[in-house]
């Protein structure tokens, strides 16, 4: 999983900061799910998800399939 959200914020062209900053948070909480050193809440993995357009099950390596399933509605972290 971890190597995933590096790869799609690099995609995106975006450092750990802007990344952070979106999930309200600090680079370095970010850098620990990142590097796997903390677990991902299920808030922020949902708000990645969501942020990326992809599913939860991608984040979380459970398809391979990036393209997201049909939602409910848009939201990114509360």
Same mark, same amino acid.
């Given at each position: 999983?971890?190597? !995933?959200? !590096?790869?799609? !914020? %690099?995609?995106?062209?975006?450092? #750990?900061?802007? /990344?952070? %900053? *979106?999930?309200?948070?600090? #680079? +370095?909480?970010?850098?620990?799910? =990142? *590097?796997?050193?903390?677990? *991902?809440?299920? !808030?922020?993995?949902?708000? @990645?998800?969501?942020?990326?357009? +992809?599913? /939860?099950?991608? @984040?979380?390596?459970? +398809?391979? %399939? *990036? &393209?997201?399933?049909?939602?409910? &509605? =848009? &939201?990114?972290?509360?």
């Amino acid at each position: 999983m971890y190597p !995933r959200i !590096r790869n799609l !914020r %690099e995609d995106k062209d975006l450092t #750990q900061k802007q /990344v952070g %900053e *979106i999930l309200n948070m600090s #680079q +370095t909480g970010y850098n620990q799910y =990142e *590097i796997g050193k903390n677990d *991902i809440p299920t !808030r922020v993995l949902i708000g @990645l998800a969501n942020f990326y357009n +992809t599913s /939860v099950d991608y @984040l979380l390596g459970l +398809t391979d %399939e *990036i &393209k997201p399933y049909k939602r409910k &509605k =848009e &939201k990114y972290v509360n």
